[in-house]
């Protein structure tokens, strides 16, 4: 039972480094790039800029919570 | 060899060179203090797994339907991607073009008889522990591209290499930029995580596949520029930034 569970801890743990590592901030723009391209799309309009934008302007931003923290 | 396969080849060797130099650092590290024996075969046992996992994740996401698939895996890769670029721009910024640490050896040589269980398992340990998200990068990259088999050629091709470098000129593995190639790669892995997680919402990229070298430009560009602007942090030339 402690090995199983050891081991689920240990894919939980895998899952939670590999998506939100060292800063959230990343992965909740990415996830709102998204959701805002897939709306603009609905909308009619070619949105392949945003995401781009987005991720430049994200990783601007964590870097300074780095240099902050 | 098209274009599609060389970027294949070349981000699945660049993204598997950096994590196997944490590997080789390790097996070398618990080889040389420990004995070779049981950790070769830890680290053998540790490849075994990470084969099995790349087998089984392959065969399950070449049954997807390529739309979902390149919006999940582009996602994922973009998220993880942003990760390397984040910390490739700290390091470089920080110490410039820089290998990993060197392993500290004690003599603490396994001199009993059969398996040295702690060397095997520290090994393997090392080797799944490393392994397991490039095995994913690997994977995810190779079916999302149809090239599946080029991408595992690519993986193994680094930890061949690495190793052989590792093992041949001890410890110059430690001297090689892995700040530098976790940048690189975590610009490629931006690059395509955009282009697909955006194909897969239905997105018409201008130039079609010809948009990708527009967004490694892009991207690349923004890293050095970030390097810039955290060179300066560091100096303490622009605080306020």
Redesign the interface.
Known sequence: MDLAWSWLRGFAL?WYH??I???WL??AA??AG?VL??LL?AGGV???WL??LL??A???V???R??RA | MSASIGFVLVTTFLASTVEAIEMVTIVVGIGATRGWRSTLAGAGSGFLLLGVVIAVAGAALRAIPIGPLR?TVG??L???G??W???G??RVAAHGFQGVREVQEDDERWRGAGMDWTAWLLAFKGVVLEG??VA?IVVTFGATANQLGWAVFGGVSAVVVTGAVGFGIHHSVTRIPRSVLQLVVGVML?TFG?FW??EG??????AGDA?ILG?LA??LL?ALG?IA??RG?VLGLSPG?
């Open positions: 895998f590999f998506l590592g060292d800063d990343l992965a990415v996830v998204l391209t897939a799309r070619k949105a392949w995401q781009p991720v430049l994200v990783v601007g964590s870097l300074r780095a240099h | 919006l996602t994922l973009l998220v993880f942003l990760q670029l984040r910390k721009v700290l397991l998200e994913f931006t955009t997680s955006l919402l239905g997105i018409d990229w201008p948009a967004l892009f991207y923004a970030y602007i955290e942090r930034l």
